[in-house]
């Protein structure tokens, strides 16, 4: 926001979080993807991490690749927006499984999948390629926590 004049915040989104930890984005591929590309599927998460990491590290990576990407939003603002986003990298890979349950869980309690079959973490999340890609990496312990 570019005048944040008589605004105040309330919670930041490190109590936010932590309050309702809901996970709004996860990168899907099918099964047969998963079957026939996996080392593709691995290279990708892997860049993934990187990135993540490298832009938990130096917000103003974010704010420089970002600028690339849309110069058409002033560098002072990509680069507030860097420090805001620099504690909630997925440097781990985003894919906790206590946060994945708590998701699900929350979107059942509503109305809009009242009457929907509830779908089991397992049906939908395969750890593998994750797990595989920490193993050669290492986990990041700042943040992101790893949970199976």
């Known amino acids: 926001m570019q005048d944040t004049?008589?605004?105040h915040v309330l919670i930041d989104q490190d109590a936010y979080y932590?309050?309702?930890p809901v996970v709004s984005k996860v990168n899907i591929v099918t099964q047969k993807v998963l079957d026939?590309?996996?080392e593709d599927v691995k290279?990708?998460?892997t860049a993934l991490v990187k990135a993540s990491r490298d832009f938990a590290a130096d917000p103003a990576v974010w704010a420089a690749a970002m600028h690339k990407a849309r110069?058409?939003?002033e560098m002072a603002t990509l680069e507030a927006l860097g420090v805001?986003?620099?504690?909630?990298?997925?440097?781990?890979?985003?894919?906790?499984k206590d946060e994945l349950n708590y998701t699900a869980t929350s979107l059942y309690e509503g109305e809009d999948f009242a009457n929907v079959r509830k779908v089991e973490l397992a049906e939908w999340t395969d750890f593998s390629i994750l797990d595989a890609v920490l193993a050669?990496?290492?986990p990041d312990a700042t943040m992101d926590?790893?949970?199976r």
């Open 71 to 73: 110069p058409d939003i």
């Open 145 to 147: 926590n790893v949970t």
């Open 84 to 96: 805001s986003f620099a504690k909630s990298w997925s440097v781990n890979g985003g894919l906790n």
């Open 43 to 45: 290279k990708v998460i």
């Open 5 to 7: 004049t008589g605004l």
């Open 18 to 20: 932590a309050a309702a």
């Open 36 to 38: 026939e590309r996996a």
């Open 136 to 138: 050669e990496l290492g």
